[in-house]
């Protein structure tokens, strides 16, 4: 579903997604086919799990992470970083 709303919508500067969602896509795989397709959208993740995860599955190389619990205040300065970068 992601992946069809991203295809049908040109003008997302910013996909925030969990790592883990259902149907089998995660948040890597996400923001993987989204380097591959759109490689100017930028991609914010997040997650309960530690870092050690994103660091395993290469996840720093395809997008930043906003660890679980976070603050209204820290989402918006991730989010102000992803759309910098």
């Not at 003008?11 to 790592?19: A, K, M, R």
């Not at 397709?37 to 906003?66: C, M, W």
Request: glycine fraction near 10%; aromatic fraction near 8%; include cysteine.
């Amino acid at each position: 579903m992601a992946k069809a709303i991203i295809a049908a919508t040109p003008y997302i500067h910013l996909v925030f997604s969990d790592i883990v969602m259902p149907g089998g896509l995660s948040g890597f795989d996400l923001a993987r086919w989204i380097g591959e397709q759109y490689p100017a959208l930028k991609v914010l993740l997040t997650s309960g799990f530690g870092e050690e995860i994103v660091h395993t599955n290469g996840g720093d190389q395809l997008a930043r992470l906003l660890s679980k619990p976070y603050s209204a205040g820290e989402l918006a300065c991730a989010i102000k970083a992803a759309l910098q970068n």
